[in-house]
């Protein structure tokens, strides 16, 4: 044998695992690329902090904060604290949310929310990545110095 064939032969058989390996990294290197860069399952909603203060029974109020739906589903409230008065008149809020586009009120929005602790689904099946507002006014009219205007609760969206 000379040098040029016992060479040929070293290269026969490297050749398939090479070959193979090439392979094989080319395969992880797409499925690497195919998850980081393909489509990604949405973030899942979580309840985030809300809070504001509302005077006004007759105009609705908009908030200025945009916020963003995180993954397709619904958009849920709950208060810790609602506006009322120390004298007999019930407290309450109404609350609900709009499309930053066009708005209008999404869903089932608003809702009201007579009592503290009620957990109310203000939408369904919101798109992920939806834009909106929230809207609110007093379920009552209050006046005076036995009143408590603020709001303090959670929204999951």
């Known amino acids: 044998m000379s040098v040029t064939q016992i060479g040929s032969r070293e290269n ?9 390996l090439r392979t094989i990294l ?7 690329l195919a998850t980081t860069l393909g489509t990604q399952p949405a973030q899942a909603a979580h309840w985030r902090n809300i809070k504001g203060a509302v005077y006004a029974k007759i105009k609705w ?4 904060t945009i916020r963003k739906k995180e993954g397709k589903g619904p958009i849920d ?5 609602i506006p009322g008065s120390l004298s007999s008149d019930p407290p309450g809020l ?11 009120w999404m869903g089932a929005s608003p809702r009201e929310f007579p009592r503290e602790d009620q957990k109310k689904r203000l939408t369904v099946n919101t798109s992920n990545g ?6 609110f006014k007093r379920r009552v009219i ?16």
Do not use: D
Not at 12 to 20: D, K, Q, S
Not at 26 to 32: D, I
Not at 77 to 81: D, L
């Open 12 to 20: 026969m058989n490297t050749r398939p695992l090479a070959a193979t």
């Open 61 to 64: 109020f908009n908030s200025k």
């Open 26 to 32: 080319a395969v992880a290197l797409a499925t690497l």
């Open 130 to 135: 939806k834009k909106f507002f929230t809207s």
């Open 94 to 104: 109404w609350f609900g949310v709009k499309s930053k586009k066009t708005r209008k």
């Open 77 to 81: 409230a709950k208060f810790s604290k």
């Open 142 to 157: 209050c006046t005076g110095i036995l009143c408590s205007h603020t709001f303090v609760g959670k929204m999951r969206y």
